[in-house]
């Protein structure tokens, strides 16, 4: 691959593949809100 | 009132939101668009209009479904409503279930061929045809043929399997069925994409018929022309990709979202479902169609296939490269590839389902069950035609009127609804009211000026695309000599200019008349569309005099 390509698409694909990550994982750790929520799933547990 | 939905979990709402946005274009469509604007440059514009029209638009659709759900509506037209005293707002907000009824229509057609594609991988359908046979055999196929000729009933039947399958799916629920089927299809579809896109990538000049390396196709993707991001086209170009991928103006986000609560974050959500879809279309959709493409067969004829678009070399090429990874890889290649396919289309149609359900349920009251299978027989019905008539253009006119132009139609009324008229104040609270993250300041800006201009550009400019190119035709325009207008603007094709040339130009009588046929289902088509919508309009005047004589709250 040239190095122009090879820059442009590992530049690229690594911030969408870190920014996409940084907010899933802040969707999985950030604290629930207080119930009643929207999700149906966590009703029980409360 | 019937309506009790709910999402069972937020990993569920953001997967189905990402499946929403993932579609059969993440593959087919955006490799295809960056290999024609720019390679590698084709991602500065495109990453530009992301986040300065994509993101945006997911903050507005987002947060004026919330907000119309807190009020009890979970469709766009009475969503609108209540957004401001004027009462022509609901009927802007027809377009919301227009747009999903009449794109399902062609879309599940689109859907059953990826299914019957799985079915014929695995049952070997197309070992040892050539890639002339193959590519035959998908004509035969939209043209409901056998080899020999004959009709063929089998597209019809993978395409009310389709069909049932969306509507039980959808019978089911938000978080019984559509959250589940997301569950399910999204990370499929991340192991299957994974997957292809590893065996594309490690493509060997010489190994199993391969003419160059995968990552051949992969530096001609990724080369950048930084000349072509100077060009309007190229711009035009990924402001549509970036629309249709998020699958903005359609009125289903809305629908998702008016099921969250008012306490409960959507930017957080918005952003982690948006950025999911620009990764499976970034990361795994440039690493699988054109690096196997190019392997094979090299970048000239590449090139040459992919200017009538992906859909193409997606259905008529790849199962014929991948009967050359032998007889066991070819079946696993196929199966991944097709049910990647089928996986990003069928969380899409279900998306398409619930706006149209929403509204018989908040203004009909009626249950879920029946407002699935209302759903499934009028995609069934306004279907038909696209499946009958597919090669005189009825699947193009549907998708140019409804999954093209009225998108953008819808998306730049409603960001005049929000940002001017229901006001950036209470706009800006809507959206950061319960948020997870901070948003910045900027999208409160971006959201006021620039995406509305950045929409009205892409509008006037389809409206008016030009024959040639756009220096030249402004030129000619100053000079007296007027603006010809390309049969692909939103003009030319109320004026049928491609068509009409076609028929012009038509070699022999027999074929004019062919075209003049064509023309007849065209315009056909488009008055279906014309009565779809209207009818619509029809059904929310009726359910807000029902809400008047029922003295129920609109707005």
Aim: proline share 3%; with cysteine.
């Amino acid at each position: 691959m040239s190095t122009g390509a090879l820059a442009m698409m590992l530049i690229t694909e690594i911030s969408i593949t870190v920014i996409t990550g940084y907010f899933f994982y802040k969707v999985l750790t950030t604290k629930k809100h207080e119930e009643p929520d929207s999700f149906t799933d966590n009703d029980d547990k409360t | 009132m019937a309506n009790n939905e709910a999402w069972g979990s937020r990993v569920g709402l953001i997967l189905a939101m990402a499946g929403n946005a993932v579609g059969l274009g993440n593959f087919l469509r955006f490799p295809v668009q960056a290999i024609q604007n720019g390679g590698g440059a084709f991602i500065i514009p495109y990453l530009v209009c992301f986040l300065l029209m994509g993101l945006p638009l997911l903050f507005v659709e987002w947060s004026s479904g919330r907000f119309g759900g807190s009020k009890g509506h979970h469709s766009t037209p009475f969503i609108f409503d209540s957004m401001d005293k004027r009462k022509f707002w609901k009927y802007v907000g027809v377009f919301g279930i227009f747009t999903n009824v009449a794109v399902a229509a062609y879309y599940c057609y689109l859907e059953s061929w990826t299914l019957s594609y799985v079915w014929h991988s695995i049952v070997g359908t197309f070992d040892g045809k050539t890639q002339v046979e193959v590519a035959t055999y998908f004509g035969d196929y939209v043209s409901l043929q056998d080899g020999a000729g004959a009709f063929s009933w089998s597209p019809i039947f993978f395409w009310v399997i389709c069909l049932l399958l969306n509507t039980w799916i959808l019978s089911k629920g938000l978080s019984g069925g559509v959250e589940k089927a997301a569950k399910i299809g999204m990370p499929l579809l991340l192991i299957f994409g994974a997957f292809l896109a590893y065996k594309a990538i490690t493509i060997k000049a010489g190994v199993e018929g391969a003419k160059f390396d995968g990552v051949v196709g992969l530096n001609f993707l990724w080369s950048p022309d930084f000349s072509s991001i100077w060009q309007p086209k190229v711009w035009l170009a990924a402001a549509g990709q970036v629309f249709f991928t998020l699958s903005l103006g359609m009125g289903s986000i809305q629908c998702y979202a008016s099921y969250i609560r008012k306490k409960d974050d959507i930017a957080l959500n918005a952003m982690s479902a948006g950025w999911m879809n620009e990764f499976v279309e970034v990361v795994l959709g440039s690493a699988i169609l054109i690096p196997i493409a190019v392997g094979y067969l090299g970048i000239e004829q590449v090139v040459e296939m992919t200017k009538s678009g992906g859909l193409g070399l997606g259905f008529m090429t790849m199962p014929f490269l991948f009967e050359q990874w032998g007889t066991v890889m070819s079946v696993v290649a196929g199966l991944f590839w097709f049910g990647l396919l089928f996986f990003a289309g069928i969380t899409s149609s279900l998306a398409m389902g619930t706006p149209v359900m929403g509204f018989l349920q908040d203004e009909y009251g009626w249950k879920r069950k029946p407002a699935a299978w209302a759903f499934g027989g009028i995609v069934l019905l306004l279907g038909l035609p696209t499946v009958l008539f597919f090669n005189q253009g009825v699947f193009d006119e549907y998708d140019y009127w409804a999954g093209t132009v009225s998108l953008v139609v819808f998306a730049l009324l409603e960001i005049i609804l929000f940002a001017w008229v229901f006001g950036m104040d209470k706009g800006w609270r809507e959206i950061t009211n319960g948020s997870d993250i901070k948003v910045p300041l900027f999208f409160r800006f971006a959201i006021k000026w620039i995406t509305p201009i950045m929409l009205g550009v892409l509008f006037l400019a389809s409206m008016l695309l030009p024959e040639s190119d756009w220096g030249t035709s402004f030129s000619a325009l100053f000079s007296g000599e007027g603006w010809s207008f390309s049969p692909d603007s939103i003009i030319g094709k109320i004026m049928n200019k491609g068509i009409n040339a076609e028929i012009a130009n038509a070699a022999t009588s027999e074929i004019a008349d062919q075209l003049r046929d064509k023309k007849f289902y065209i315009n056909i088509s488009r008055l279906g569309l014309l009565l779809l919508w209207s009818g619509i309009a029809y059904l929310v005047y009726h359910a807000y005099k029902k809400r008047i004589k029922e003295g129920r709250f609109t707005s």
